[in-house]
């Protein structure tokens, strides 16, 4: 299961959902803004919303479903050349004719149509980029301080980071994360190869708590800094120095 791939259609579904509110109160809308344009005076006004109206007051929302359809590959084709629907009607969308991305893809996908998006758009798709985040994070945050493989947001085809310590991969990163990629790698592998470093075990469960946060409590609660080292010091929350021999 895609993690990422199921936070974007969440954030997707939580929109349709609200835009779907938004259409309800149309004519609510246009009466309130008839009541306006006629100095304020209530009356029962029974008149049907017309065209005009209704694409008055759904042009920002209009705007939206564009935008989402577009991420989505769910906007007709443009080409002329594009193949028809085994019915000849109209020509099957993109997401019809392709494997829809996931995992990392999507993110790549959704980073650069936030990018090349315009003040309107950018602000809907940086939404949805940011939901497709949450669960690849997740799994960045399990590598990089607990030295713990993919959970489920890389996706089929990602490149993923190779760890030679008990087989196990790393986690794919996104091409908009490209710089960093051999510094998580390595990241990632120390913590693994700590875990079979003699005495080295306390130190990362040390690590551990700060990740999880379990250190910000006893902090709370009056007890030692752990970013002090001398509170540490013979209380067993360090490993002893060990000589290049001994490792």
């Given amino acids: 299961r895609d993690g990422v791939q199921c936070a974007f259609l969440g954030a997707l579904k939580q929109m349709l959902r609200q835009y779907d509110d938004s259409l309800r109160q149309v004519r609510a809308a246009a009466l309130d803004r008839r009541q306006a344009e006629d100095g304020g005076v209530r009356g029962g006004d029974l008149r049907p919303v017309t065209l ?10 209009r705007s939206h479903l564009a935008w989402l359809a577009a991420a989505c590959w769910c906007d007709p084709p443009e080409d002329a050349g594009a193949p028809e629907a085994p019915d000849g009607g109209v020509p099957r969308a993109r997401w019809e004719r392709e494997a ?4 990392t893809a999507l993110l790549d996908m959704l980073y650069q149509e936030a990018v090349g998006a315009d003040a309107g758009g950018g602000e809907l798709l940086q939404y949805l980029f940011r939901a ?3 669960p690849y994070f997740s799994d960045l945050t ?3 301080f607990f030295g713990r493989g993919c ?6 085809g990602a490149v993923q980071v190779e760890v030679g310590v008990e087989g196990e991969g790393g986690v794919a990163v996104p091409d908009f994360l490209g710089a960093l990629r051999e510094q998580v790698a390595l990241t990632g592998q120390q913590l693994r190869v700590l875990h079979l470093v003699p005495g080295a075990v306390p ?3 040390f690590l551990e708590t700060l990740a999880s946060g379990g250190e910000d409590d006893r902090e709370r609660r009056g007890g030692a800094d752990p970013a002090d080292p001398r509170a540490l010091e013979g209380s067993g929350g360090l490993p002893k120095s060990y000589s290049a021999g001994e490792v």
């Fill in 52 to 61: 005009l109206e209704l694409l008055f007051h759904t042009e920002e929302l």
């Fill in 100 to 103: 829809f991305p996931r995992g």
């Fill in 132 to 134: 497709a985040l949450e």
């Fill in 142 to 144: 399990r590598w990089l």
């Fill in 151 to 156: 959970g489920g947001s890389a996706g089929p």
């Fill in 203 to 205: 130190f990362v469960r």
